[in-house]
């Protein structure tokens, strides 16, 4: 398994910009689909974006398209989440996971992802 630690989280004011950072162990990084999600207080963790091995493909939440970009540097063994026109409702633990599925069985589910990382908080203010 992969060990992922994620950084970047804090208080940002509506419509400000953060980067979150994924850093992962190991040398495989590169075989991992990774992804990141969010959970917000009596929700259940969704889908907030997603990448292939290679970076060629991604994926996003409807809520989030046009306002998150998702990237990877498999040199770096990171993930980057960088995150515009933030909104309130985008306040939520933020959590790096990687994935063993090839990029054509990932749905999105946080069941196709079996390492994750500890959190880190995203605090919106209006």
């Known amino acids: 398994q992969v060990q992922l630690v994620e950084s970047g989280g804090g208080l940002v004011q509506a419509g400000g910009s953060l980067r979150l950072s994924c850093a992962a162990s190991?040398?495989?990084?590169?075989?991992?689909?990774m992804g990141w999600f969010r959970q917000a207080p009596g929700k259940e963790r969704e889908v907030v974006a997603a990448?292939?091995?290679?970076?060629?493909?991604?994926l996003y939440a409807a809520s989030v398209g046009g306002r998150f970009t998702i990237s990877r540097d498999n040199a770096k063994n990171t993930v980057y989440l960088q995150m515009a026109s933030l909104k309130t409702e985008d306040t939520a633990v933020y959590y790096c996971?990687?994935?063993?599925?090839?990029?054509?069985?990932?749905?999105?589910?946080?069941?196709?992802?079996?390492?994750w990382g500890q959190g880190t908080q995203v605090t919106v203010s209006s």
């Open positions: 996971a990687a994935s063993s599925k090839g990029w054509a069985y990932v749905s999105g589910s946080p069941a196709d992802f079996g390492s």
């Open positions: 190991g040398r495989t990084f590169s075989s991992y689909t």
């Open positions: 990448i292939s091995l290679s970076g060629l493909s991604t």
